[in-house]
């Protein structure tokens, strides 16, 4: 059963009017890519810009914000979010194209904006089709596939303050590194343009759908799954799952949880996992890979959240 926050402290009462829309102890297993852990304590839902800017610039200071994109690398633990978790939905989700520069919308699909611009003939952009999830969020990971990566392309990103301020940040300003962005994460990005090449549509048409096929030949893409595990790390010349097969993981269970078989730096929901299954499945193949290897795993996927027994965890610097 889902647990549930005490809606007696009526959180929605002292947030802001705004024209888009709130909803209580909403699931957030049923819109996550694993299809597990706890609720949102409010979800919000602002009907545009205008409206999410009205909305941090008069929410109550001690009232935490999150955004969750399309749940594809994220693993919300089982005692839930606290505060508002922010979803943004057709509003920022539009795609348009200027000569070889795309402009995607933060709530974007990934994939979305690649097949945008291969039919619109512009090619650079087709790794975008091999990553899960939103524009907003390979933008805070720095997401990267086949090659390429956010950085390779980013011309410039929208961001939105805490406090509702919008500002323009150039690649120098996100920090990038490999599989991380250097900008606050009380910053919300809103949108971002994207440099392209022109090239003939027919060609990037067919990249993105040679790229398909081997995530489909290679990776758990029909699991529920959350993507990559673990960054590659830049002290070994093996990848993560390379470090995870040596490290004896493959298909390694922990409750409802599983290293894939047929991709070891994936985890599994085989079914009735917990969020605690996996977060614990994924500990123990980081100690194993640094008993058998040296090398210390980061975690790629995103974990938010409260346990289930509402302690708040404690992140180190080793763990993220």
């Known amino acids: 059963m889902m647990a549930a926050f005490d809606t007696s402290a009526n959180l929605i009462e002292r947030l802001p009017e705004v024209r888009g829309r709130y909803n209580e102890n909403v699931s957030l297993a049923e819109v ?27 929410k109550p200071r001690d009232v935490p914000v ?43 699909l990934d994939v979305n904006v690649s097949l945008t611009a291969g039919n619109a003939g512009i090619g650079g952009l087709e790794f975008l089709s091999g990553i899960p999830g939103t524009i907003g969020g390979a933008l805070r990971m720095n997401a990267g596939a086949y090659g390429a990566e956010i950085a390779d392309v980013l ?20 920090k990038f590194a490999y599989r991380h962005c250097g900008v606050d994460e009380n910053w919300l990005f809103l949108s971002a343009h994207l440099q392209g090449k022109m090239a003939q549509k027919a060609d990037i048409l067919a990249q993105i759908e040679t790229i398909r096929g081997a995530r489909e030949a290679t990776q758990p893409v029909r699991a529920r799954t959350g993507g990559s595990t673990f960054a590659n790390p830049a002290e070994s010349d093996l990848k993560a799952w390379e470090l995870i097969d040596q490290a004896g993981c493959r298909g390694l269970v922990r409750g409802g949880a599983m290293v894939s078989e047929k991709h070891c730096n994936f985890l599994i929901n085989t079914g009735d996992a917990t969020a605690a299954d996996l977060e614990s499945l994924g500990e123990e193949v980081r100690r194993r890979v640094q008993e058998n290897s040296g090398v210390t795993l980061k975690w790629e996927i995103r974990r938010v959240g409260i346990h289930a027994d509402g302690l708040v965890p404690v992140t180190t610097g080793d763990e993220t």
Not at 34 to 56: C, K, Q, S, T, W
Not at 72 to 89: A, E, K, Q
Not at 155 to 174: F, H, N, Q, R, Y
């Open 66 to 108: 999150q955004i969750l994109g399309v749940g594809s690398n994220t693993l919300i633990r089982d005692g839930g979010l606290p505060g508002v978790v922010i979803r943004l939905g057709r509003g920022f989700a539009e795609i348009s194209v200027a000569e070889n520069i795309v402009v995607a919308g933060a709530g974007a």
């Open 32 to 58: 996550t890519w694993f299809r597990v852990g706890g609720p949102a304590e409010v979800v919000f839902r602002p009907a545009d810009r205008d409206d999410l800017v009205h909305f941090l610039q008069h």
């Open 155 to 174: 011309v410039e990103t929208e961001v939105i303050s805490p406090d509702g301020d919008i500002s323009t940040l150039k690649p120098a300003d996100m």
